[in-house]
Structure formats: C-alpha cells, structure tokens
C-alpha cells in the first residue's frame, strides 16, 4: 500500500471504526480516535510534497492492480502537479472540521465525526483517481455522507436542502457516466485515462463528450445558472459541512475539467470556450450583484464562493499558464478562506443561533480577539493583497487581459464587488456600538477555536505572502496540459 492509498483508506478505515462505536457514554473516545484518524490522514500526505519531483509533468506515486478483471477496470492512483495540493488541502481542511466540530456536536457523534472522516477519504480518491470508473465511483460516492450530514445535522429546512443537493449532483453526473461508457467502448475496453487522452475523437464525438462532462461538472462547480441549490444547502448545512462543501467538494467539479473536459475534448474545449467564458463572467459579475443584497451571513458567503468559482473556470478556458495555473492556485486558495468564513459564521451561530445579519452588530466590544481573525478573513475574501484570496484572481485576471482586455477588465469588476459585499457584512456586525443585549453577553473565542482559526490564518497569509510553493508544483503539470490541448484529436 503507497502513501496515495494510505491518504484515501486511513480516514475511511477511522471512519468505520467510529460508525461501530455507536454508545452516547462513549463520546469522548469518539472525539479522540476522530482527532487520531484525521491528524494521521493528514500526515501521510506530507511524504506526497516532500517527495514530489517538480520537474517532470508525469503522474507520481502510481499505484494499479485490477479491481473488476471482466470490465478491465482498475485501482489506478497516480498524482501530478494539478491535483498534489488538492489532497494535501483535503487532509488539511478535515483536522480543521473534526477540532471545530468537538463541542459543537452533542448527538450521533460517532456518526457525525465518522461521516467527515470517510467523505475525507472519498474526496482524496477522486483527485488521485486515473482509472475513468474508479474515478466515478470516489466522484458519486462523496454524495452519500455529505447528504447525511445535511439531512441529520442541519437546519429547519435540512430534508429539502439534502434531496435538493443530492438529485442536482446525482442528475448532472448521469451524462458523464454514458461518456464513460463511450469513452470505454471506443478506446478497446478501456478505462485508462492516459489512453482515453490519446483517441482520435471526431468533432461531433468531442462536443457531446464535452457538454456530458459539462453536466457534472458545471452543477458541482456550480457555474450559473445551474448553481441554485449551493446557497441553500450551506444555509441548512452544519458548520463543518458547510466549510467542507466550499472548500473541497465544489473543487471536484472544477478539477473534472482539467482531468476530463480539456484533455480528452480540446477540440471542443476551444471552441465552446466563449460560452465558457461568458457563463464564468456572469457567475463573477452578476452573482457578485445578488451577493451584495444577502441578508443572511451564510448565504452571502455561499454566493460569494460561485462568483470565486467564476475566477476558475474562466481561468481554465482562456488557454494560457497564467490562467490555468491561477485557476488552480485560486481553487487552494479559496478552500482556505471560505473555510475560514463559514467557521467564523458558525462561532457566532453557535453563540447566538441566528445567521443574520440584521441580529449582530457591535461584536468587536465582547469579541476582540475573535474579530481580529474575521477581519482577515474578510480581508481575503475581498482579495486583499498580502492574502491567499488575492493571487489566484490576480492571476486570472492577468492571464485574461492577455487573451482580451474587456474579459479581463469585466473579472476584475469582482474585486470591487467583493469588497463591497464583504465590508457591508463586517461593519453590519463586527463594527459600531453594541447592538443588543445578545451581543452584549457574547464571551470571546476559547482555546480550541482560537487554533482552528489560527490556522487557518496561517494558511491564508503564508499562500498569500509567499506562493510560490504553490505554484512551483504545478508549472510544468500546467504547461503539459496546455501543450496536449493545444494539439487537435480529429482524426
């Protein structure tokens, strides 16, 4: 067993051992073999950075033997530049989920602390997955315990929120699965992804390929206007879901693109790029408007992180390193901060159990050293520079004043919205007199969630100040990629 399966099996094997420990006195135990599993998921990640060789696009840490021999499907794992600081950040963001989560949660612990640990490990598989079905599988399975933790662990409207979630992903994953039959049939009875890379497809194969991958792509993303039941979910969700939600799960879909849409259709990819582009602008400038009118803290964090997403996928589909790379660096960089803002969300929830804005007001008089850390978080979520939130954006941009001026120009409108909606929201709660007696009895962040947040604010100056660990991974991934899309599949 390699480190790739180590970061896969190691929470979901914890996971299963907290389901079998099902008694209330047990709770306790629960919390700490939680701690254990999601500590030691993240720390057989590490050898992935330590040992990965920068200078070659090729996949590391493979791993195959046969998982189904009649169908020739395999357990085929492999890791480059484009999906390393997805796993390590999958780890990451897990440990964050169990320590918040270690008081809040007082019922079904086993089970809460469980499902994190095995969605954990689903999420990993499908960003080291290079067989087309296993990757199917890791992608669909993620669904069963995120739609748990919504259904049992969340809000009034929790039931609604979940079915809504799980029939949009499930119903947008339906075409890519026959696009994996057909990519199966025509490549010889193959689920090898390197192989499906290299068929001949002709141009009307590429486009229905390409708008199947778009169906489960684009509703995980979301991109508009199929992103409807994102805000939704995150106003039901749990804290922990909702921070696992925006940080990782939205980033499958992103992620698909680059393993499937670009490299198996490029043809297509080029020239359906417009649309892409155009529905990415309407995601950053028009979700940046509905954002900007949000009463509920959740929800405008929720509308928020579509218009972040914009940032990637137009990234992806202007067709230049910087584009593609900030795409990525913004995908890590977002899985940071919009963490940070749901689980500053859910300290005050857990306080005042009201997410509205209208409710708080005058927070930074009772909870100083708590507002200092919101502050930065609003801070990245503005794209401040000197934050995690700042260079993938600056990249795109960038990247998408060299391919048109007026594209570029209409993305950087986001960094004005952005900031508009971000410092409403903040003054509306953290700033002025107090607003209430609520606010007034209000008693500042303890140890354990002074921590977590530390953390995470570690994460998001650290990537802000000095990425270039970041991008150093993934230049020569990126450049290959380009180099493979830039060639035509016709055959």
Excluded at 114 to 129: K, P
Excluded at 207 to 217: D, G, I, M, P
Excluded at 469 to 485: N, Q, Y
Aim: hydrophobic share 55%.
């Amino acid at each position: 067993m390699g480190f790739l399966s180590l970061s896969i099996w190691t929470p979901i094997v914890f996971g299963a051992v907290l389901l079998a420990l099902g008694r209330e006195d047990q709770v306790r135990a629960v919390r700490w073999i939680a701690l254990l599993g999601a500590v030691l998921g993240l720390l057989v990640t590490l050898p992935l950075y330590l040992r990965f060789d920068t200078s070659t696009a090729a996949m590391q840490f493979g791993e195959m033997s046969s998982w189904i021999g009649r169908f020739n499907v395999n357990y085929h794992l492999g890791v480059d530049g484009i999906s390393l600081w997805f796993v390590l950040l999958t780890a990451f963001i897990n440990v964050i989920v169990v320590i918040a989560g270690w008081e809040v949660i007082k019922t079904r612990v086993n089970q809460y602390m469980g499902a994190f640990l095995i969605l954990s490990g689903l999420m990993i598989g499908v960003f080291c997955a290079l067989d087309g079905m296993l990757f199917y599988v890791f992608f669909e399975a993620t669904l069963i315990p995120m739609y748990l933790i919504i259904g049992v662990w969340g809000g009034p409207n929790k039931i609604y929120a979940s079915f809504k979630f799980f029939l949009y992903t499930l119903l947008g994953s339906l075409l890519m699965l026959v696009a994996l039959i057909y990519l199966y049939v025509q490549s010889g009875n193959s689920f090898d992804l390197a192989v499906w890379y290299k068929l001949p497809l002709g141009s009307t194969a590429q486009t229905l390929l390409f708008f199947a991958f778009l169906s489960a792509f684009a509703v995980k993303v979301p991109m508009w206007p199929v992103h409807t039941w994102l805000p939704d979910v995150h106003v039901e969700a749990p804290t922990g879901g909702s921070a696992v939600l925006a940080a990782i799960m939205l980033k499958l879909g992103a992620y698909g693109f680059l393993r499937f849409s670009l490299p198996i259709a490029p043809d297509a990819s080029h020239h359906w790029a417009g649309l892409m582009v155009g529905l990415s602008l309407v995601a950053v400038v028009y979700v940046g408007l509905v954002t900007l009118v949000q009463k509920d803290m959740k929800k405008l964090v929720a509308y928020s992180s579509v218009a972040h997403m914009g940032f990637v996928t137009l990234g992806f589909f202007i067709f230049n390193d910087l584009g593609i790379s900030g795409g990525i660096v913004q995908m890590i960089s977002h899985g940071f901060v919009s963490a940070a803002m749901f689980l500053a969300i859910g300290v005050l929830y857990d306080r005042m159990h009201s997410r509205e804005i209208a409710d708080y007001g005058g927070v930074v008089n009772t909870m100083p050293r708590f507002t200092a850390f919101a502050m930065l978080f609003v801070m990245a979520n503005c794209g401040l520079p000197g934050t995690a939130g700042f260079v993938g954006e600056w990249m795109v941009i960038l990247g998408a004043v060299k391919v048109n001026f007026w594209v570029g120009m209409a993305a950087a409108s986001a960094l004005i919205f952005g900031a508009a909606y971000s410092l409403w929201m903040f003054k509306r709660v953290y700033l002025g007199p107090v607003a209430n007696d609520h606010v007034k009895h209000l008693l500042d962040i303890n140890k354990r969630e002074f921590f977590f947040l530390a953390l995470l604010a570690v994460a998001v100056l650290y990537m802000g100040i000095y990425p270039k660990p970041f991008t150093d991974v993934m230049d020569v991934s990126v450049a290959e990629l380009l180099k493979h899309v830039a060639q035509s599949k016709l055959p």
